[in-house]
């Protein structure tokens, strides 16, 4: 069976510092994947996916990055993190069909 | 106007009410998902839906292509249900979320 998994759970970062959260996926492949952001109180906004790898698409302009080095990884950065950085981060994969995503179990970074 | 609009945005019920969440949308379509987020932050797909009317257990999505529209009901709610829940409409792709409704069901 798919499985996703994402790591840190929870991460507490200053201003100013890098940042790197990973996104990997079992038991499929040349998946659809997808980092959204979820500021609180806010719904979910779509930030980049990839349709493979090296192939990144971005939503909206930020100070944010991803990168896909291989085919089930799938890694958000940022060179220096923002306040307005902080939120709930969660990678997604397209299943089968192109009908449904499958959602990680999230990152909270709280950027202080 | 949000391509994707659901209401009510907060709705607190008593235990064992008939809720309904409603999610309208103005974009063309290939799917519509309810998804549902607990207190802990973790997502989970309720229904996926292209036409007419899904059950499962004591939750009934449906759905009105002509109309845009969809609705989610939640039979004999239980605190358990609390959650915040999101209507997301799949393009090509990728989904456009609602903002959620965020439901507290009191025992």
Known sequence: SQTIHQWPATLVQPVGSPLSLECTVEGTSNPNLYWYRQAAGRGLQLLFYSVGIGQISSEVPQNLSASRPQDRQFILSSKKLLLSDSGFYLCAWLGSGAETQYFGPGTRLLVL | ?107
Not at chain 2, 1 to 20: C, D, M, R
Not at chain 2, 50 to 79: F, M, V, Y
């Open chain 2, 1 to 107: 106007k949000n391509e994707v609009e659901q209401s009510p945005q907060n709705l607190t019920a008593q235990e064992g009410e008939f809720i309904t969440i409603n999610c309208s949308y103005s974009v063309g379509i290939s799917a519509l998902h309810w998804l549902q987020q607990h207190p802990g932050g973790g997502i989970v797909s309720l229904f996926m839906l292209s036409s007419g009317k899904k059950k499962h257990g004591r939750l009934i999505a449906t759905i009105n292509i002509q109309e845009k529209h969809s609705s989610l009901h939640i039979t004999a709610s239980h605190p358990r249900d609390s959650a915040v829940y999101i209507c997301a409409v799949m393009g090509t792709y990728k989904y456009i979320f609602g903002t959620g409704t965020r439901l507290k069901v009191l025992a």
